[in-house]
T-cell receptor, first 118, second 108 residues
């Protein structure tokens, strides 16, 4: 069964960094890209970026460039998203999703709540 | 970047009704790479339609997608109680990928 499982909720202070993990299982990790999406309270879904399974290809949302970094560890079938210089408007549920051969998210993680508060 | 505008913002219908949701793009979407997702509170988004009109395995056939270029539609033929949720379109043909702002489908 194809699954992706994300790390747990985090509370961070403004200016800090956070790193969220997303571990895949049930399929050949190296064959599929991942995307990250977030949903802030009262807002819609927002695309954060994508990463290839080997980590060599990344694309990030323009508004987050310079603060977001995505990496991959194929030895553990895990991708990571790190967001630095956190602000209160980064408070959101962050989702990772496997991208199918059509490059659309078909299997999603359960979400990770990141709260930024002083 | 491609801006996706969904309408209506809120749609109030009853179980058994037909729902029609619209997604309009600010420019042509390459290869009709347009997907629809259903999102409920506390759950992960669920892929309903990809490449404008293709349904993944396991998605009921009451969900259908149509359209091309800049205008796309998601139709739900006979609403079930579990269909009331927020629906988003996403284009993945041009970087950066983008989502529409969502349509809330609520029980009338």
């Amino acid at each position: 069964q194809v699954q992706v499982f994300q790390s747990g909720a985090e509370v961070k202070k403004p200016g800090a960094s956070v790193k969220v993990s997303c571990k895949a299982s049930g399929y050949t990790f190296n064959n599929f890209y991942f995307q990250w999406v977030r949903k802030a309270p009262g807002q819609g879904l927002e695309w954060v970026g994508i990463i290839s399974p080997g980590g060599g290809t990344t694309f990030y949302a323009e508004k987050l460039k310079g603060r977001v970094s995505m990496t991959s560890d194929s030895s553990t079938s895990t991708v990571y998203m790190e967001l630095s210089t956190l602000r209160s408007d980064d408070t959101a549920v962050y989702y990772c999703a496997r991208l199918n051969i059509d490059m659309v998210g078909d299997v999603w993680g359960q979400g990770t709540t990141i709260t930024v508060s002083s | 970047e491609i801006v996706l505008t969904q309408s209506p913002g809120t749609l109030s219908l009853s179980p058994g009704d037909r729902a029609t949701l619209s997604c309009r793009a600010s420019q042509r979407i390459s290869s009709n790479f347009l997907a629809w997702f259903q999102h409920k509170p506390g759950q992960a988004p669920r892929l309903l339609i990809f490449r404008a009109s293709s349904r993944p395995t396991g998605i009921p056939d009451r969900f259908s997608g149509s359209g091309s270029g800049t205008d796309f539609t998601l139709a739900i033929s006979r609403l079930e109680p579990e269909d009331f949720a927020v629906y988003y379109c996403q284009q993945y043909g041009n970087s950066p990928w983008t989502f529409g702002q969502g349509t809330k489908l609520e029980i009338k």
